[in-house]
């Protein structure tokens, strides 16, 4: 608890000395094109992992999308044995900070819940780096479970590229998913729990704000938290 503390001042404090980057399709209130290629929509639920920095934020808004019943913060990339927050923020485990998502493809897609990933989540042409936190724990990865999801990953970055949506090329890197392990206890609503904390005032309410005024149809005000998934 000690070194998260430390870490999270640290954040905070670098937070307020930099300027803020610009998130996803010029910092967060653009609409970009809706994915060319997806997954069927069909059956009860299925899961998507993405990283895109810290996992606060991520879990937070993802929370708040229509169709999505749950969304852990964890860890993926690396191996069980140092799936810890005190490893994992020694940037030697290979693991990012990651949001397993489970969701009703009925209700939103794999290639909607990769849209908002892209648009309003973080910014997809930073590598190892969002808003204050840089390292390769922060880094902008999809884990796809499959081929399928390789496809559909694939085809929509080349699609977003091609199209110029960005000041840039995408960095987002595409990873087998191998494992992904719930992060500890304490993580999980992070944001809910503490709206007022620096770092997510400054980090994560936007993206929420950004859900909620861009794509309006995909946000629902009631988020699916973790201990009473909906």
Request: hydrophobic share 40%.
């Amino acid at each position: 608890m000690r070194h998260f503390l430390k870490i999270t001042l640290s954040a905070v404090v670098l937070a307020a000395s930099l300027p803020s980057l610009p998130a996803g399709a010029d910092a967060l209130d653009a609409v970009i094109p809706a994915a060319a290629s997806d997954l069927p929509r069909t059956g009860t639920t299925q899961t998507a992992v993405l990283a895109g920095g810290c996992f606060w934020g991520m879990q937070g808004m993802f929370e708040h999308v229509v169709g999505v019943s749950k969304v852990v913060a964890g860890y993926a990339g690396g191996e069980k044995s140092t799936a810890s927050y005190e490893m994992v923020t020694t940037e030697t485990t290979g693991h990012a900070e990651a949001v397993e998502i489970t969701f009703d493809p009925t209700k939103v897609s794999y290639g909607e819940l990769l849209r908002l990933f892209f648009s309003v989540a973080h910014d997809p042409t930073q590598l190892n780096r969002q808003g204050p936190d840089s390292g390769t724990s922060y880094r902008s990865t999809i884990f796809v479970a499959g081929a399928d999801q390789e496809r559909v990953a694939r085809a929509y970055i080349d699609q977003l590229d091609k199209a110029g949506v960005f000041h840039a090329a995408i960095a987002t890197t595409l990873e087998p998913l191998r494992g992904f392990y719930r992060a500890e206890g304490y993580h999980q609503d992070f944001l809910i729990k503490n709206p007022t904390h620096p770092y997510i005032v400054r980090n994560d309410l936007p993206k929420i704000e950004a859900l909620r005024r861009v794509y309006p149809e995909k946000y629902t005000k009631t988020p699916a938290t973790v201990r009473g998934s909906r």
